[in-house]
């Protein structure tokens, strides 16, 4: 079945540097590629996705870039900001079905 | 205005209980799944319903069995609660026909089973 990585577990910066993360998945069907924030004690929320027929996509400060042949694909945030610090999960889909990645929380000092 | 709410917010039980979480969304979707957070927030999906239909059976335990009225709904029944059930429960839906695939989470079910 479908497998996700995601680096890092952990990510710090300063407020207005740039984060990234990345992640990995193993099934080559997978078609759909979305993005969540989770706040403590809060719902995971969409915040960006991609299918697997487009190679980036970007909303303001957020964009996703999806590598089909390496199966990667990586969430960059421009100028973060406190209110970025969050849990940031990625997710592979092939028919709904939503995968996974391990979560990284970010940490945006002020 | 929820589009996708849980009930109850917060259940705390006793080991060998029963117990259901009710799902309800007024998005008009067709599909409706079913995810456990650990304590370790890994997020993984356990069931999934089609308009009605299951779709979706992770490697679940026969302990927990989903059932879904209507497609707006979706209950989790569990039965002898175990320790090592305590997690978050997240019901989710998306509009699968028609190419929909966003996925909108409820806002969780906190199990505590003693």
């Known amino acids: 079945g479908e497998n996700v990585e995601q680096h890092p577990s952990t990510l710090s910066v300063q407020e207005g540097d740039s984060a990234v993360i990345k992640c990995t998945y193993s099934d080559s069907a997978s078609n759909y590629f979305p993005w969540y924030k989770q706040e403590l004690g809060k719902r995971p929320q969409l915040i960006i996705d991609?299918?697997?027929?487009?190679g980036e996509k970007k909303d303001q400060r957020i964009a996703v870039t999806l590598n089909k042949t390496a199966k990667h694909f990586s969430l960059h945030i421009t100028e973060t900001q406190p209110e970025d610090s969050a849990v940031y999960f990625c997710?592979?889909?092939?028919?709904?079905?939503?995968?996974f990645g391990q979560g990284t929380e970010l940490s945006v000092k002020p | 205005d929820t589009a996708v709410s849980q009930t109850p917010k917060y259940l705390v039980t006793q080991m060998g209980n029963d117990k259901s979480i009710k799902c309800e969304q007024n998005l008009g979707h067709d599909t409706m799944y079913w995810y456990k957070q650990d304590s370790k927030k890994f997020l993984k999906i356990m069931f999934s319903?089609?308009?009605?239909?299951?779709?979706i059976n992770e490697t679940v335990p026969n302990r927990f069995s989903p059932k879904s009225p209507d497609k707006a709904h979706l209950n989790l029944h569990i039965n002898s609660l175990e320790l090592g059930d305590s997690a978050v429960y997240f019901c989710?839906?998306?509009?699968?026909?028609?190419?929909?695939?966003?996925?909108?989470f409820g806002p969780g079910t906190r199990l505590l089973v003693l």
């Open positions: 319903y089609n308009n009605k239909e299951l779709i």
């Open positions: 991609i299918r697997s027929n487009v």
């Open positions: 989710a839906s998306s509009q699968v026909g028609g190419g929909g695939w966003t996925q909108y």
């Open positions: 997710a592979a889909s092939r028919g709904g079905k939503l995968i």
